[in-house]
């Protein structure tokens, strides 16, 4: 029987000038830098709440995020990739370097148009999806995809969502329905329809156990 590729952990495949070579170091690195991002988003809500600002997505907000996951990392912290790049484990392929600054202008203007009238799930799975689509990082992606997805969903519905089985957490601890969701809208995007759905869904079912974990903190004795 073939291998289903999603059996096999996705993940990014480009030169990068790593800053880590030792694997112990590099994991504690990058989980340390994760919970700074998510700090960061979790900050970035407050400032725009807090402030009543409209809130509008823009690049410099994924170049920000990317530069706290990746920063003492990769080189290339906070900046787009200069080359083409592979995903493994997955049938997508990304579009060339040349097109991604472009690309992600388009999904900015996407989220901003339609945050008066899209939902905060609809909104959360197309950054979610369309960042990953792109994949303009050479590593990184993932990760402040979910990052700025969360952070989205947080400001669309106009409060922080807090807990510690936070939507990003459950993701990153069980990522395969992530990977067979980003699969199926890359199908819809192949016959040039946008359709989230899939993602959605997911996120939905993610929302509701993270807010169920937080009544159960709540009754804990």
Partial sequence: MAEDPLDR????????AELISDPEELAAKEASNGL?????????????????RPFRLRVSTLFHLHRIALEGISAYAGNFRPAGIKIGGSKHTPIGAHLVAESAEEMCDYVND???????????????????????????????????????????????IYGSNTVPEQIS??????YEALEQCDAANQDHRIDVSPLENLLETLL???????????VKK
Avoid: M
């Fill in 36 to 52: 700074r991002q998510i700090d960061e988003v979790n900050s970035i809500v407050e400032h725009y709440l807090e402030s009543k």
């Fill in 208 to 218: 509701a156990r993270q807010l169920l974990a937080v009544l159960g903190d709540a």
């Fill in 9 to 16: 952990t996705r993940h990014s495949s480009a030169f990068d």
């Fill in 114 to 160: 339609h945050w008066p009238t899209s939902s905060a799930l609809h909104l959360a799975a197309y950054t979610l999806w369309r960042l990953n689509w792109i994949h303009p990082f050479t590593d990184g992606n993932g990760r402040t995809a979910r990052a700025i997805s969360y952070l989205v969903l947080c400001l669309k519905i106009g409060y922080p």
């Fill in 173 to 178: 601890r069980d990522k395969r329905p992530y």
